[in-house]
């Protein structure tokens, strides 16, 4: 029986900036008042996921930054695995030889040693080789967050000495990410994508959402088959490969489609909603069967 259900934030549990379809908020609702616990586990930090949280009226844990941080329902940090510094640096370096939007997670700030007008300037070179109007439209979405949340123009020296949970670089040409990742690899980091605006991700290697959520579960009695997963991008692959009970919404990449157990709606048709519908639905027909 179903203990706990996590649902990936982008491109799965929201159907457009930071809104939750009333079904799925109603099947969340639900299941926790059956006892349920649910927790959203994310790329984005604590802080961009409280009024999501709120706005809702959800109460759940967090998995935040790829799981580099964990939060209880009532917002107290778990868990916190910064990058090794020694690491840090070597990425920074690595950032230094490309025009990049380079972008540092701490606990409580974004921080970037780009300027706000470069970063604009990124974004709409990255602008020009989308071929689809929803790639140029999710762009804009994205530089809007950071541009609401950012610190520009923050020193690197001033980085290094931060806990970083997660450093990303974000609207890459297709050929700086092969070659940047081809250099990340080399690392003893965890590299990932999230799949938006062509961006790339690093966590220190103790770090995916798929061992966070191993870890509460672990810390909390719950067995593996007692978790249902939700998710659309490469970052949530360790999550499916962890957990059997796998939901793909039907807008995620082949890759997850082909590692589901189980393929709902996509984000913008109440897909987490539908999936957790399913899930009570067994829950119920089992009880009535005891």
Same mark, same amino acid.
Request: proline share 2%; net charge positive; glycine share 4%.
């Given at each position: 029986m179903i203990k706990l259900i996590?649902?990936?934030?982008d491109g799965t549990l929201i159907c457009k900036k930071d809104v939750i379809t009333?079904?799925?908020?109603?099947? +969340?609702?639900?299941? /926790?008042?059956?006892?349920?616990?649910?927790?959203?586990?994310?790329g984005r930090n604590y802080y961009e996921l409280k009024d999501i949280i709120h706005n809702h009226g959800l109460r759940c844990l967090a998995i935040c930054a790829n799981g580099g941080l964990i939060y209880d329902e009532d917002g107290k940090e778990i868990d916190s695995r910064p990058l090794d510094k020694g690491n840090l640096k070597k990425i920074i370096a690595i950032f230094s030889r490309y025009p990049v939007f380079r972008i540092f997670h701490g606990k409580d700030r974004v921080y970037s040693p780009e300027s706000y007008d470069r970063v604009v300037e990124i974004c709409e070179d990255y602008k020009k080789m989308c071929r689809k109007e929803e790639e140029k439209e999710t762009?804009?979405? +994205?530089?809007?967050? /950071?541009?609401d949340g950012t610190v520009f123009d923050t020193p690197i020296d001033a980085i290094e000495k931060l806990d970083i949970i997660k450093t990303e670089l974000m609207f890459l040409p297709n050929e700086t990410f092969a070659a940047i990742w081809q250099e990340m690899e080399k690392l003893d980091v965890a590299l990932t994508s999230a799949g938006l605006g062509n961006n790339m991700e690093m966590t220190d290697k103790t770090v995916n959402k798929g061992m966070a959520l191993g870890a509460f579960c672990e810390k909390n009695d719950i067995s593996h088959d007692e978790v249902a997963v939700f998710g659309d991008a490469m970052n949530d692959m360790p999550m499916f490969e962890a957990f059997e009970n796998s939901f793909a919404v039907a807008n995620a990449v082949d890759e997850i489609?082909?590692?589901a157990k189980f393929i709902t709606s996509s984000n913008t048709e109440d897909g987490v909603g539908l999936g957790i519908e399913k899930i009570l639905n067994e829950i119920n027909k089992?009880?009535?069967?005891?």
């Open positions: 996590a649902a990936d934030v009333p079904r799925t908020v109603s099947a +969340i609702k639900e299941a /926790y008042a059956q006892g349920i616990r649910f927790v959203l586990c994310s762009a804009d979405r +994205i530089l809007s967050g /950071y541009l489609k082909n590692k089992e009880t009535k069967n005891a």
